[in-house]
């Protein structure tokens, strides 16, 4: 069983923001967003940093894939 943050990548995208402009504006590192991108485990600080930055909800940015 992996997660999948395609949601995360979709909402960037639709907003127009960058993987840069995440880094800055939640405070992750470049690292971060590597894991995320190959559905590795990250922190649950760092999904609290996004879904801040977001204003959103952890089933806006992730999913199980079974």
């Not at 967003?33 to 600080?45: C, S």
Request: glycine content about 4%; aromatic content about 8%; some cysteine.
């Amino acid at each position: 069983m992996a997660v999948s943050y395609q949601k995360l990548f979709n909402l960037m995208r639709d907003k127009k923001m960058k993987r840069k402009d995440l880094i800055e504006r939640a405070g992750i590192s470049y690292a971060t967003i590597a894991k995320l991108e190959k559905g590795d485990n990250v922190q649950m600080e760092v999904l609290e940093k996004i879904c801040r930055e977001f204003k959103c909800q952890l089933s806006d940015i992730a999913e199980i894939d079974f």
